[in-house]
């Protein structure tokens, strides 16, 4: 069908829970490609016009609305206008009266000001918009992103599609590895950053963009703390759907400042590296960043280097978190500990989780054993199988083995306490025989904790197995129309690590797409097990939650 065609998007939609989301996906998804074509053919004429088509477009702002309303984490927390649209009515009403509405001249409403700690006991600000602003938001996200992943440095890998930490992790181990000169590292974080980010640099990076109107107004809306209405002079609110993307298209340009140029390797996968010439190398995520050099030297020019870079984005680096070290003495990133260690088979680098990180996962499993005092085995299992499932699939990329020991012990002394708790009056021989079995899977441990009327089991970490992440190659971007297989290949991959085996099997017969909405299992919804009925009976399927809903 004729892309203008369909531009109005689907003139018969009649009501929310009809909508064919498989065909909507496709659409935009194609105009995004297509968008991200035209960008790296420096057609600037042709980006600005399918832009403006899919801002102006009907399967966007469905495909938003679905977004915002269903699928986001924050979809339950309103605005300053207390509006929500959690079921199909509502979420009918908003499109419709969204659909009337010009995105051009729309004006947004204040953000509402809430707050969250930070690690240092610190408050973070979270600037919370309107649902219906959330929407625009990323509608028009959906029209700017595939124009700046064509641009953004491959060294960048915060808030991106299909990119993550252990992308940058990964990148981190290969620059630095036992073989390469590079031992010095500048660690690097911009003080406040989304807080104080230029108006003026953003809007000039988006000054071709036909919404560039719509983004000045949401860096202009203020916000509302306790009652109290605030101007924005700068900034762009943490919490808001364009933010990430805003904070990146500022922040782009370090490896130009930094004098960073790649060459094309001789791989057959056409990727790229470093140029031998180039002494320094970057790896960001976000607002934080690690120079690696060859000398100490080197490293104590960076931030010399970098003010010009720091003055049109009206930021500066924290002084508190900004600090040269050399990699024996190693340094944490995200989360994970970066360190060359001596052994007799010569110098290693080894990556594992931070202390810091270590702690914060027995906080929350402390934290969750005193709210779970007193409750059954089973609720206690339902709550803690989901925090060591997390923190597991985050370490296991890394050297994580001694970790998953150390948590596993942790846990099952807690666990003990619980059942001594909950049980004051009976013996241990009693509670062991009660409560702790071997592993359903198979093996010798016989002190798994097991709900003795439901069976279920608590999650042993040690059982994750550990495999090194494979890094997304050079500049790949999933709105690439080039590299279709290369996504496919790699979305199944990271499914196959991140689930069971049940969940793998079923996963295959569906050819890893919903049993609903027929789009790929990993596309950043949630996934479920259902019983779906067919004529015949009922079938166990993999869905994406919203499509139950």
Not at 275 to 293: G, N, R, S
């Amino acid at each position: 069908m004729n892309t203008s065609d369909r531009a109005s998007a689907h003139a018969s939609y009649t009501n929310w829970n009809s909508v064919n989301w498989n065909e909507i996906q496709k659409y935009v998804t194609k105009l995004r490609q297509r968008i991200y074509r035209a960008e790296q053919l420096k057609q600037q004429r042709k980006v600005r016009k399918l832009q403006r088509l899919l801002l102006r477009s009907e399967a966007n702002l469905l495909l938003s609305t679905r977004k915002v309303t269903q699928q986001n984490k924050g979809k339950r927390t309103s605005g300053v206008d207390g509006y929500t649209a959690l079921h199909a009515g509502r979420r009918n009403e908003l499109y419709r009266q969204l659909k009337r509405q010009n995105i051009f001249q729309h004006r947004p409403r204040p953000a509402k000001r809430t707050y969250i700690a930070k690690k240092n006991g610190k408050l973070r600000p979270l600037g919370i918009p309107t649902i219906k602003d959330r929407v625009y938001q990323n509608m028009a996200k959906n029209a700017l992103e595939p124009q700046w992943e064509a641009r953004l440095e491959p060294s960048s890998y915060g808030f991106r599609p299909k990119r993550s930490t252990h992308d940058a992790i990964s990148n981190i181990f290969i620059k630095i590895n036992t073989n390469s000169k590079k031992k010095w590292i500048f660690e690097g974080d911009f003080k406040n950053c989304f807080d104080r980010l230029s108006h003026d640099w953003i809007r000039k990076q988006t000054s071709r963009f036909p919404g560039k109107a719509l983004i000045k107004r949401w860096l202009k809306m203020g916000y509302v703390d306790q009652y109290v209405f605030t101007e924005t002079q700068e900034g762009t609110p943490q919490g808001s759907i364009a933010s990430p993307l805003l904070a990146n298209i500022a922040l782009h340009g370090m490896e130009e400042e930094l004098g960073i140029i790649y060459r094309k390797t001789y791989k057959s996968n056409g990727s790229y590296a470093i140029h031998p010439k180039c002494k320094i190398t970057l790896v960001k995520y976000a607002d934080d960043f690690v120079v690696l050099t060859e000398t100490k030297e080197q490293a104590q020019s960076i931030y010399e280097r970098l003010q010009p870079y720091l003055r049109k984005r009206g930021l500066e680096l924290s002084k508190e978190k900004t600090k040269i070290t050399h990699i024996e003495d190693g340094f944490n990133f995200l989360g994970f500990s970066v360190r060359q260690y001596k052994t007799w088979q010569g110098n290693k680098l080894l990556i594992k989780p931070s202390k810091e990180s270590i702690k914060k996962a027995k906080e929350k499993i402390r934290d969750t054993f005193r709210l779970m005092r007193g409750k059954p085995v089973r609720e206690l299992i339902k709550a803690l199988n989901p925090i060591i499932r997390g923190y597991g699939q985050y370490w296991k990329h890394v050297v994580s083995k001694k970790t998953f020991d150390k948590m596993a012990n942790y846990v099952f002394h807690k666990t003990c306490k619980h059942l001594r708790q909950l049980h004051p009056k009976k013996a241990w021989k009693w509670i062991r025989k009660r409560y702790f079995r071997k592993p359903h899977h198979g093996g010798d441990n016989s002190w798994i904790l097991t709900c003795p009327i439901t069976n279920i089991q608590l999650l042993h970490m040690p059982w994750i197995k550990i495999k090194r992440h494979v890094m997304v190659l050079y500049k790949n971007s999933p709105d690439d129309p080039a590299l279709k297989e290369y996504w496919e290949k790699r979305d199944r991959k990271v499914f196959d690590i991140e689930n069971t085996l049940d969940r793998i099997k079923l996963a295959r017969k569906q050819g890893y797409r919903c049993a609903l909405c027929r789009q790929p299992l990993q596309n950043g919804e949630k996934v479920t097990v259902r019983n779906l009925e067919i004529p015949t009976g009922e079938v166990t399927k993999l869905v994406h939650i919203p499509c139950v809903r």
